[in-house]
């Protein structure tokens, strides 16, 4: 089967930097992604790992380690408009690509 | 310029209604989804379609029938509706088989 598991909430100050962590248990496994979602939102793509190592967008990183199934995405510099849910999301070829989302991390970024 | 479009954006209903959710997207993609957030905001893959041919049918009860008219349209009817298939149901929409997919502003169904 497949699994993915991220911290339900994580809450940090502004200007701060915060780290979201996911691990998976996934068979035909590509690559790993991550989303945003504002409340009342549609979920939005950050970014994509297939390989191990940090990629970088602006203020955002993201990581992967196959070897350890494990994952994070990295934000830096918070803002207030930051506050919203992230799911990381596996890429699996299990008789055809299918993308499975984990059950989101609310981050909630205070003054 | 909306590129991956829903309606309704709100739908409410009665149980043991037969409901229609449509979706449209102008990026010119191939593939496209249905996927359904429910409550604690757990988001599920339903069906995918790749160039109108069903690719993904996840165990989705046989209320839920996609349709493909064309690549750029895919359309979701539900049948005999349950209190349970109330949920926020996004449309999807990709290149190819590629990881990064556009999401359409989703329908809320509510079924009373």
Redesign the interface.
């Known amino acids: 089967g497949q699994s993915l598991e991220q911290p339900s909430e994580v809450t940090a100050v502004e200007g701060a930097i915060v780290q979201i962590n996911c691990t998976y248990q996934t068979s035909g496994f590509?690559?790993l992604?991550w989303y945003q979602?504002h409340d009342g939102?549609?979920?939005?793509?950050l970014s994509?790992n297939?390989l191990d190592g940090l990629e970088e967008t602006g203020r955002f990183s993201s990581f992967l380690s196959r070897s350890d199934s494990y994952g994070y995405l990295l934000l830096q510099e918070l803002q207030m408009k930051d506050s919203a849910?992230y799911?990381c999301a596996v890429?699996a070829h299990t008789g055809?690509?299918?993308?499975?989302?984990g059950?989101?991390t609310r981050l909630f970024v205070k003054a | 310029d909306t590129a991956v479009s829903q309606t309704p954006k709100y739908l409410v209903t009665q149980m043991g209604n037969d409901k229609s959710i449509k979706c449209e997207q102008n990026l010119g993609h191939d593939t496209m989804y249905w996927y359904k957030q429910d409550s604690k905001k757990f988001l599920k893959i339903m069906f995918s379609y790749n160039n109108k041919e069903l690719i993904i049918n996840e165990t989705v009860p046989n209320r839920f029938s996609p349709k493909s008219p064309d690549k750029a349209h895919l359309n979701l009817h539900i049948n005999s509706l349950e209190l349970g298939d109330s949920a926020v149901y996004f449309c999807a929409s990709s290149p190819g088989t590629s990881y990064e997919q556009y999401f359409g502003p989703g329908t809320r169904l509510t079924v009373t």
């Open positions: 590509y690559g992604s979602q939102g549609a979920p939005t793509f994509y297939a849910s799911f890429r055809g690509f299918k993308t499975i989302f059950a989101g």
